[in-house]
């Protein structure tokens, strides 16, 4: 019998967490991610800059993970989140930025790579764990938009996403001003990752930054700063041979072992030949 297939959201899973819950086990949570991502307008363009660390949960799953992705030749995202949601939707709507331009005959604008990425964010109701930085100089000027994973949007002068917003968006209300100098804004994008870097834990490594104006795009520059680099440890741990005192010491064979068993392997050649000895 054919079922008709009712729209809206289906909420099966809430009586089976209850029912997981009543039995002992943990009730299902989404992974914790940890990203430092930026972007600030300046007077002649606009600059993205994030971290490069990658954490799965508690651990460093890649030192210099890339997080600034290529939309077009005058717009890049920076990406904070599930690393794999920010990468395949980012090459997704790049290469439908692609057809349009060619389709058009004129660089894409910035507002329409926005448009594409809110779109398919909110027809997955946030299950695509990607927040964005969306930044680009176009016709109409430079352009700054933040996409969180529901698909709602800001634009904004300066703006950060991420586990160390906070800290870098203390940078930013400390000395950001209107129509800064190029060096001016890239020095002030390095400072606001670095905060987050020194104090949120899911931040870390390098400093990624692009930047976009009229005349062309900067980068990616890849590691333009490293702010928190490994220090040798000034003490040397060697220590000589018998320096810990051995308790006991006892050497068992492996075939008196009784918690290992030891099958006898005969392999006989096909003319009849001897057993080769493999013990």
Not at 39 to 52: E, P
Not at 218 to 238: A, F, I, K, N, W
Request: net charge negative.
């Amino acid at each position: 019998v054919a079922t008709l297939l009712m729209s809206g959201f289906n909420y099966e899973n809430v009586r089976r967490n209850q029912l997981l819950e009543t039995l002992g086990f943990p009730t299902p949570k989404a992974m914790s991610t940890g990203t430092t991502i930026v972007g600030l307008t300046f007077k002649d363009g606009v600059i993205l800059a994030a971290d490069t660390r990658a954490t799965e949960g508690p651990i460093v799953a890649d030192k210099n993970c890339e997080k600034l992705h290529f939309l077009a030749d005058n717009i890049y995202a920076a990406g904070a989140g599930t690393a794999a949601d920010t990468e395949a939707i980012t090459e997704l709507i790049s290469s439908q930025l692609t057809l349009h331009s060619f389709a058009s005959d004129r660089d894409p604008r910035v507002v329409t790579a926005v448009t594409l990425l809110k779109r398919r964010l909110f027809e997955y109701r946030g299950h695509i764990g990607a927040a964005l930085i969306v930044a680009g100089v176009d016709a109409t000027g430079t352009s700054l938009y933040t996409i969180y994973p529901h698909g709602s949007t800001d634009s904004l002068p300066m703006v950060t996403m991420g586990s160390g917003s906070l800290a870098a968006m203390a940078m930013f209300e400390t000395e950001f001003k209107p129509n800064m100098t190029k060096e001016e804004a890239m020095a002030l994008a390095a400072k606001a990752v670095t905060a987050g870097i020194t104090n949120d834990l899911g931040s870390g490594s390098n400093v990624d930054m692009v930047v976009i104006t009229k005349e062309g795009r900067e980068g990616p520059l890849r590691s333009y700063q490293t702010p928190v680099s490994r220090m040798e440890h000034p003490l040397d741990y060697h220590f000589p041979k018998g320096r810990t005192a051995v308790l006991k010491s006892e050497f068992v064979p492996v075939l008196k072992r009784k918690d290992i068993v030891v099958s006898e392997v005969e392999t006989t050649s096909a003319a009849g030949g001897d057993a080769m000895d493999i013990s």
